[in-house]
């Protein structure tokens, strides 16, 4: 079983930056592939960023036009998004999941986390 608690967020204003961290219960954890998803009030949940299990391989929205980062920690269990030059309409719950295949699809994902608030204010 694969547990997944997000933090890291919170309010910011435009052109901030903020580091989400996600940490992973489990032992199998480099084995799956980790994504961040973002859901705002009224709207679908939406990919945002994706790693492979080595971290070779990474993924972005076309939106975010560079300014999001994520990256792994195997021997810690740990996924971040590092996330740059901050607009409001960043503004949601930003998700942490594991899948075991690489993917921008919400359904490859088995296991979420609880989610975190950013709030990025103009």
């Known amino acids: 079983q694969v547990h997944l608690v997000e933090s890291g967020g919170g309010y910011v204003q435009a052109g901030g930056s903020l580091r989400l961290s996600c940490a992973c219960s489990?032992?199998?954890?480099?084995?799956?592939?980790m994504g961040w998803f973002r859901q705002a009030p009224g709207k679908e949940r939406e990919f945002v960023a994706a790693?492979?299990?080595?971290?070779?391989?990474?993924d972005y929205a076309d939106s975010l036009e560079g300014r999001f980062t994520i990256a792994r920690d195997n021997a810690n269990n740990m996924v971040y998004l590092q996330m740059n030059s901050l607009k409001p309409e960043d503004t949601a719950v930003y998700y942490c999941?594991?899948?075991?295949?690489?993917?921008?699809?919400?359904?490859?994902?088995?296991?979420w986390g609880q989610g975190t608030q950013v709030t990025v204010s103009t």
């Open positions: 790693i492979s299990w080595s971290g070779e391989n990474t």
């Open positions: 999941a594991a899948s075991r295949g690489y993917s921008r699809d919400y359904y490859s994902y088995a296991h």
């Open positions: 489990g032992r199998t954890f480099s084995s799956y592939a």
